[in-house]
């Protein structure tokens, strides 16, 4: 069934799940989601031009249909039979934080010599892998996948669908730790990748500074391995730029590389780092690697700064854990502001570990002098302090409409969950 799936899709390279992105000789798989069952579509797609509908539901097998026991089982399986006939490398990267930012970093350093994808968004699930692989073409040179995990197990099979050739882990801190049963859940789950790289003979680079990385390679007997510190001598932060953005000079041998990013948070650097070591390694030469990640602007609220008629705003609020909160409000610590506002959501996905570890966050908060601090989401109602609480963003919303910031920095961090990119409409 695979090969005959397989060769329909060689004709157009392109797969959907959503019946409205049909093109002509797609292949539309129905898959079902929480709130919609993709078979009721599979009419609709081969109406909008597919070549084919893959489906698991008998009640809709009709002309241009197949039938499968499960559609992305299905899914999955045909993007490991591409992958397996791809001369594409494929370069994985996982972490608790940064995977995006250095995914993005890598597919512009990287594009400056090969033919280069990578995936788009955070697509990086057991559906959106299968998706970024089967977007590759055979003309692609190199394939940057992003995985995330949320249980045990989930990078691995992951890995067996993508069968990197290359990865990097961006470091390990505490995300998603219902999900794991811990930290060492998360430490365990995130070295699947190395387990995996290991077993195929595949690279492995990472930054020589991270001792938790370290103890995983160690762990994992990887022998195939390339620390940054190939190419990075040594890394100076200038602390002296007035802007919040990262600059900094990496020193390798002789040289001395000056790098002006537009990331917002000296905690971007291994992100920096790992497209520069990775860079170097495949040979794309020094002054295109400065251009690529000079060049790079975040977006989709990772990191971005926004200048509001009234404010400045530090949009961070794609998501956050405890480890990466923490970064942010050390960062934004040390930036000098006559007014400082931190507007926090609550992190989800911690568990047992939610009271302590948001407790923790606001401790932190207190004990650096802030103008304001406000914050959103259950995750913080038994938390005692001078700040202000709001149990909805609906609530935060109305409270800074009717007491609105004027000429103040503003971080604002929170899981995906809370939405709080939509408190910008009144910042």
């Known amino acids: 069934m695979i090969e005959y799936i397989y060769k329909l899709f060689t004709d157009s390279f392109h797969v959907t799940i959503d019946s409205r992105n049909v093109k002509a000789g797609s292949i539309f798989f129905a898959l079902k989601g929480e709130k ?3 078979n009721a579509f599979a009419a609709n797609a081969l109406m909008n031009g597919a070549a084919l509908a893959v489906i698991d539901n008998p009640n809709y097998l009709t002309d241009g249909c197949v039938l499968v026991d499960n ?15 791809l001369s594409t490398k494929i370069f994985a990267i996982t972490g608790s934080n940064g995977k995006t930012t250095t995914k993005e970093l890598l597919y512009a350093v990287l594009s400056k010599k090969y033919i280069t994808r990578a995936t788009i968004g955070n697509l ?7 998706l970024t692989l089967l977007s590759i073409t055979p003309e692609v040179e190199f394939a940057i996948v992003e995985m995330g995990a949320n249980h045990p197990g989930d990078i ?5 669908i993508a069968e990197p050739d290359f990865g990097l882990i961006t470091n390990i801190g505490k995300a998603h730790l219902g999900g794991f049963g811990g930290f060492e859940g998360v430490k365990n789950t995130k070295g699947e990748l190395y387990k995996f790289l290991v ?4 690279t492995i680079f990472y930054n020589h500074k991270n001792p938790i990385l370290f103890d995983l ?18 890394c100076i932060i200038d602390e002296s730029n007035t802007n919040p953005f990262l600059s900094l000079t990496i020193k390798e041998k002789e040289n001395k590389v000056a790098i002006q990013t537009n990331l917002v948070g000296n905690y971007n650097i291994e992100n920096v780092l790992a497209a520069y070591a990775v860079g170097r390694h495949f040979g794309v030469d020094i002054n295109s690697i400065i251009d690529a990640i000079g060049k790079y602007v975040p977006s989709n609220n990772r990191s971005q700064l926004i200048k509001t008629q009234s404010n400045t705003v530090i949009m961070d ?14 960062n934004f610590g040390k930036l000098i502001s006559p007014a400082k506002v931190v ?4 992190m989800l996905e911690l568990g047992e570990y939610s009271a302590d570890e948001h407790k923790k966050i606001v401790d932190l908060a207190s004990s650096m002098n802030f103008d304001k601090i406000i914050l959103v989401g259950k995750g913080f109602a038994n938390i005692n302090g001078n700040f202000h609480y709001f149990d909805s963003l609906l609530e935060c919303v109305d409270y800074l409409r009717h007491n609105p910031l004027i000429n103040a920095t503003v971080l604002v961090k929170g899981s995906r969950g809370v939405k709080l990119e939509q408190v910008i409409q009144v910042l």
Request: proline residues 4%; glycine residues 6%.
């Open 71 to 85: 559609s992305l089982h299905a899914l999955q399986k045909l993007a490991n039979y591409h992958r397996q006939r």
């Open 217 to 234: 390679l160690n762990r994992h007997k990887a022998q195939n391995i390339i620390p940054y510190s190939n190419y990075v001598d040594d």
């Open 36 to 38: 919609n069952d993709g």
């Open 124 to 130: 990086n699930n057991h559906i959106g892998v299968p």
């Open 199 to 202: 077993l195929k003979n595949g």
């Open 156 to 160: 691995d099979e992951l890995c067996r």
């Open 343 to 346: 507007i926090l959501g609550e």
């Open 317 to 330: 609020a794609y998501n956050a854990n405890p480890t990466s909160m923490e970064q942010a409000l050390k």
